[in-house]
C-alpha cells in the first residue's frame, strides 16, 4: 500500500468507525487537569483553572483559565476567561469584552469573533505557520520515507531468508490468482478492522480490540508490503535475465522493495498494488486454518525455478 498512509488509513478507519459509538455513550473525559470534550457541549466555570481544554464537535464556554484550548469543528466562546493559547481547525472562536488571550490564536478554517474589549496580546495566525512549518515537516518526512524503505529493505532479505518457501507460495498465489488475491485483500483488512470495532465496543474487549488494530493489522499488511515487494522484484528480474535462479530470494527482495517504493509515490497505486501481497497473506493463513496449503507445491517449485533473485 502506500505504505504507511495505507498502514495509519486502516487503523483510522476502525478509529472512525469506533469514535462516534463511544463519544455518544460518554461525550466528556476529565483526566486532571486536562479536559476532553466530544460530540457535547460544556461549561467550564468561573474560578476554576485547567492545562488544556479540548473539544471536538461541540461548543466550550469557557468563564475560568485555561492555558491552552484546542477546538476542531466546534465553537468555543469565552466569557470573562482567561487563556495563554488557542488552536482552531473548522471551527468558531468567541471572545467577549472581558477575554484575554496571552499568547496567539492559531486557526484553519476558522472564523474569530472579537468583541470591543477583548485582548490578544499575541497574532491571530491563520494556517498554522504552514509555509515555516513546511521547511521542517517536509524533510523530517523524507527522512522518515528513507528509513521506512531501509527498515522494509532490511526485513524483506529477512524473510526471503527464513521463509523462502512461504515467500514462494505466497508469490504462486498472487501469479496464479490476482483476482482472488486482491478482493482477499480488500477482505482482509475490512474483516480484521470490524472484528476489532467490535471488540472494543464491548469494552471488555477492549484490549483484545487494540492489540489487533495496533499489533496484529500493522504486521499483516507490513508483510502484504514485503510479499508484493518481493514478487514484483522476481518479476522484474525475469524480465532482465530468465534463466538465472536462486531459491532464496535475496536480490529479488532488494530489488522489489526499492521499485515499490518509487511505485508507491504515485497516490493510491501503492495502495492498489500492496493489496495483492495482503490478499496473499490473508489466503495462506486461511488455507492453513482449514487443514489446506496456502498454493500447491508444485507451483512454488515452479516459481523459485523461474524467477532470478
Do not use: C, H
Not at 468563564?63 to 488557542?86: A, F, M, P, Q
Amino acid at each position: 500500500m502506500n505504505r504507511i498512509t495505507g498502514i495509519v488509513s486502516a487503523m483510522l478507519l476502525g478509529l472512525l468507525i469506533l469514535v462516534p459509538v463511544a463519544a455518544a455513550a460518554d461525550p466528556f473525559y476529565e483526566d486532571g487537569r486536562v479536559i476532553v470534550s466530544v460530540g457535547g457541549d460544556i461549561t467550564f466555570p468561573a474560578g476554576e483553572t485547567a492545562d488544556s481544554l479540548i473539544v471536538v464537535e461541540g461548543t466550550a464556554t469557557i468563564e475560568g483559565d485555561v492555558k491552552s484550548v484546542y477546538v476542531v469543528n466546534g465553537t468555543v466562546n469565552l466569557v470573562g476567561s482567561r487563556t495563554d493559547g488557542i488552536v482552531a481547525i473548522a471551527s468558531k472562536v468567541n471572545l467577549d469584552s472581558g477575554s484575554v488571550v496571552a499568547g496567539d490564536i492559531r486557526v484553519i478554517a476558522t472564523t474569530v469573533d472579537q468583541a470591543a474589549g477583548s485582548t490578544v496580546e499575541g497574532r491571530i495566525n491563520n494556517g498554522l505557520d504552514l509555509a515555516r512549518a513546511a521547511l521542517f515537516i517536509g524533510p523530517a518526512l523524507f527522512i522518515l520515507y528513507i528509513g521506512f524503505v531501509i527498515a522494509a529493505i532490511a526485513a524483506a532479505l529477512l524473510l526471503a531468508g527464513l521463509a523462502s518457501r512461504q515467500v514462494r507460495s505466497a508469490e504462486a498465489l498472487i501469479s496464479r490468482e490476482p483476482g482472488t488475491a486482491f478482493l482477499a485483500g480488500l477482505g482482509g483488512l475490512i474483516a480484521i478492522i470490524v472484528v476489532a470495532t467490535l471488540a472494543i465496543v464491548t469494552i471488555v474487549g477492549i484490549p483484545l480490540g487494540l492489540g489487533i488494530l495496533l499489533g496484529f493489522l500493522p504486521v499483516v499488511a507490513f508483510a502484504g508490503y514485503l510479499v508484493t515487494g518481493i514478487w514484483l522484484g522476481d518479476w522484474v528480474l525475469r524480465q532482465v535475465s530468465p534463466s538465472r535462479a536462486q531459491e532464496r530470494p535475496y536480490l529479488a527482495a532488494l530489488v522489489g522493495i526499492l521499485a515499490l517504493s518509487v511505485v508507491t509515490l504515485i497516490p493510491f497505486v501503492g495502495g492498489l498494488v500492496s493489496f495483492l501481497g495482503i490478499g496473499a497473506v490473508v489466503l495462506m493463513m486461511w488455507r492453513t486454518l482449514r487443514g489446506g496449503t496456502g498454493t500447491p507445491e508444485r507451483s512454488a517449485q515452479s516459481l523459485a525455478g523461474s524467477t532470478v533473485s
